[in-house]
Structures are given as C-alpha cells and as structure tokens.
C-alpha cells in the first residue's frame, strides 16, 4: 500500500474521530473535495477499503450511506494520528468546531423507508431526537415508492411544523405539566430551522 492511501485514510479516520457523529459520503466529500486532499475517486477508495478492513462502519439508509469510526480505526488514530499533518489536522478541527452541530441536527432527523416482503407495502419511519432522547417517532405504510419517498422528504423539510401540529392536537385538551417541557422543545426546533433559514439567507 503506498504511503499517499496510508496518509489519505488516515486523514479520513481523523476526520470521523474528531467529528464524533457518523458522516454521510456527501458531508465527508464536501470538506476533503473543497480542500483538494483527495478526489472522489480517493475517497470511495478509501472509504470502501476501510470499511471493508472494520476500521469504519457504513450503515445505509435509503440512498445515503453513513460512516462512523470502530474501535479498531480510533486505535489507528490514537497511534498514527501525527502522521497526519499539522496543518491538515488544524483544518479538520476547524471544520469540525464549524459543522458539527449542523451534521448532528441532520443525524437527528430520521426519516427512511423499506418494503415489507409480506404486504408488498412501502413501511415509512420517521423520527426526532434531541441528545439520544426520543422526542417523536412515526411509522406508516403507504402503497408506492414515491410516496414513501415524499414522506421522508416532507419529514425532514418541515420536521418541525409537523412536529409541532402534531403536538399541538394531541395535548390540546391536555395542559399537564409535561406539556411545558414539550412547548419548550417545538419553540426549540422552531430556533433551529429559523437559524437554518437566516444561514440559507445568508450563502444565498
């Protein structure tokens, strides 16, 4: 193996390491592609190869694959890791600080699909999370594929104003004290997308 795919796989744990959340192909290749540390075709490589050896874990959801770092690969880290350049390591913590917050409300909002072999039906399970905690989870079945798939994208483009409704109707006869908690939560998601909102406006 040459020394450039050592140094390029390498860069890649470090990346997932330090990022603590499991990265889509999208998300990884957006940082190393706009930096010029590897090509496209680098970076399947090495992702694949990776994978393959159990230094990362790929998990797919629809069309989007996930990478997370094993125990195997953080222990390449922890021995290798100044093997990676300083000013690299330097822009791969800089992005991290700058990104992951983004990356885990993304990892946040579940929505995904598969075909239920018995009822030739597309199951639909959508989902939020807040730090681990389930705040909502729903499960359908809907005939087409492309139902399925308008779900999941109407899920995750207006998670919180579905969220939100929802609520809202359950616990309108219902004013507990939890639901104060819970008030809190859907002004919280409202925070979220206001924000992701003001950073489109923003790039735009």
């Not at 087409?144 to 308008?150: F, L, S, T």
Request: some cysteine; proline content about 2%; hydrophobic content about 40%.
């Amino acid at each position: 193996m040459s020394t450039a795919i050592v140094e390029n796989k390498l860069l890649l744990l470090y990346l997932l390491e330090k990022m603590n959340l499991p990265m889509s192909t999208s998300q990884i290749s957006e940082f190393v592609l706009a930096e010029g540390m590897l090509s496209f075709f680098e970076l399947q490589q090495c992702l694949h190869e990776m994978n393959e050896s159990k230094y990362l874990d790929a998990v797919k959801e629809n069309n989007t694959t996930r990478y997370s770092v094993t125990e195997s690969g953080m222990g390449l880290v922890e021995l290798f890791e100044k093997q990676v350049p300083t000013n690299v390591r330097n822009k791969i913590i800089k992005y991290v600080n700058e990104n992951r917050s983004n990356i885990k409300r993304s990892y946040e909002t579940i929505a995904n699909y598969f075909k239920d072999i018995h009822t030739d039906e597309y199951i639909v399970k959508c989902g939020i999370y807040e730090d681990d905690f389930m705040l909502m989870e729903v499960n359908l079945s809907v005939v087409a594929r492309e139902q399925a798939r308008d779900i999941c994208d109407n899920w995750k483009n207006n998670v919180s104003q579905i969220y939100g409704q929802m609520l809202g109707n359950l616990l309108r006869h219902s004013p507990s004290p939890s639901a104060k908690h819970l008030a809190a939560s859907v002004k919280g998601l409202a925070l979220i997308d206001s924000d992701s909102d003001n950073d489109a406006a923003g790039s735009a």
